[in-house]
């Protein structure tokens, strides 16, 4: 981008005024803006940014003046992309582990034992030097809000440091303490989920936004997933839920019963699981990049989005499952795999993230949230399905600043 100094100083402002000009399309996600549909899209568009906050947008046309002028040389722009799910404190590796299931071997809940082990024998430096650098390669593919959880720890002092850890890079922070009984624990489950929501979540609670689940067969059943998000609850965490990845299973029905933020994976769904969400305000969190990388079948989009559900599309970004941190490659998943239009599964990167974290101030491109944006190397954001595996993402601002 070329950028220059205007004449004119801003009025009344509360910071620096830039406008982005020469926008060949412009995502807003607000559906008053522009051509009306969801992405609220305006083509020639400008964007107005005020110290953080988007101060205004519209055709390029009718910018008003501001400090400082750049030019966005006829590419897209959208919000920045919103993951609201991933697993990024962690060591160790598990190459062999992906492997042995490309060579045909099923996937598991059982191989996070191994990272488990790597974790708890690792350093506070090596873990925060590995989840700044996939914050850092999650930031240069366009994600300016990213969630992320404990849960290879599972001791207090394991718990209640990768959350530490994880506070201190972002807001969106999740105690994932019950994410499977671990081994010395195996003979007592029961006393596991007492320390997950006792001593355990004491130690947890002043690091974290988030409680969540993985209920599922080989991880905690649906009685135990309720025990825990109920005594997450208690201490002020607000529930969301790794629910029906695997197999069919009370997750979903659980999220929407404790009014959980989201129900993630979503892969295994019965009709009343579907009806459940639609008439809920739980979000079906879709992880494509788990089904993809594991072989499993792809949960259903479509059937979700024609029932009315409200559905978001994230990374699952950890080193088992899911070792991708590019929610444009989950895009292209989407629309070729799940049945998702360019134009729903870009909404579901930025504004349904948003949606699956209660956020209203992220995800969108309309006066009063966040300055958060990437730039494609593209006219528009339906490229990032048509070409797949290409870095589009040419420029990412945050907050108002080039960030990368
Ligand atoms: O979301 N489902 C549970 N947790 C992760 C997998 C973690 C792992 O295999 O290490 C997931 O896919
Ligand atoms: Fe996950």
């Not at 205007?6 to 509360?14: L, R, V, Y």
């Not at 004491?202 to 690091?207: E, L, R």
């Not at 991708?324 to 795999?337: E, G, M, N």
């Not at 593209?378 to 290409?390: D, M, T």
Request: proline content about 5%; charged content about 20%; overall charge negative.
């Amino acid at each position: 981008m070329s950028s220059t100094t205007s004449a004119t100083p801003a009025g009344a402002t509360h910071g620096t005024t830039t406008v982005v000009t020469n926008i060949a399309t412009l995502v807003t996600n607000d559906p008053s803006l522009g051509d009306g549909s969801p992405l609220g899209l305006i083509h020639d568009a400008a964007v107005v940014i005020d110290g953080d906050r988007v101060a205004w947008t519209g055709e390029s046309s009718k910018a008003p003046a501001t400090d400082n002028r750049v030019d966005a040389g006829g590419r897209a722009v959208i919000p920045g992309f919103v993951d609201s799910h991933s697993h990024l404190v962690f060591a160790g590796d598990r190459t062999e582990e992906f492997n042995a299931r490309m060579s045909g071997r099923a996937y598991s809940a059982g191989g996070i034992r191994t990272t488990v082990a790597a974790t708890r024998a690792a350093t506070d430096a090596e873990l925060e030097a590995t989840l700044t650098r996939y914050l850092a390669e999650a930031l240069r593919q366009g994600t300016t809000t990213l969630e992320t959880k404990s849960g290879y720890g599972l001791t207090v002092e394991d718990e209640s440091r990768a959350l530490r850890i994880a506070a201190a890079h972002t807001d969106e922070v999740t105690y994932l303490g019950a994410h499977i009984v671990p081994p010395d624990h195996a003979e007592d489950p029961a006393a596991y989920v007492a320390l997950v929501t006792g001593e355990m979540l004491d130690a947890c609670a002043p690091y974290a936004r988030w409680i969540d689940v993985f209920c599922e067969k080989g991880a905690f059943d649906g009685d135990q997933a309720r025990a825990i998000l109920t005594a997450g609850r208690a201490r002020g965490l607000h529930p969301r839920v790794h629910a029906n990845q695997l197999t069919y299973g009370p997750g979903v029905q659980l999220a929407v019963e404790l009014d959980a933020a989201s129900a993630d994976h979503c892969t295994h769904l019965t009709d009343q699981d579907v009806d459940a969400l639609a008439n809920s305000s739980t979000v079906a969190t879709l992880l494509p990049g788990a089904e993809f990388s594991t072989r499993a079948e792809w949960p259903d989009a479509r059937r979700l989005l024609d029932a009315g559900v409200t559905v978001a599309l994230s990374t699952d970004c950890n080193p088992g499952s899911s070792f991708t941190s590019s929610v444009p490659f989950c895009i292209a998943l989407a629309v070729r795999d799940m049945r998702m239009t360019p134009d729903e599964a870009l909404w579901s990167a930025t504004a349904g993230g948003a949606r699956a974290l209660r956020r209203d101030d992220v995800g969108r491109l309309s006066p009063g949230a966040y300055a958060d944006l990437a730039v494609l190397d593209a006219p528009s954001h339906v490229h990032l399905a048509y070409r797949p595996g290409v870095p589009l993402v040419s420029e990412v601002w945050r907050r108002g600043r080039r960030a990368a």
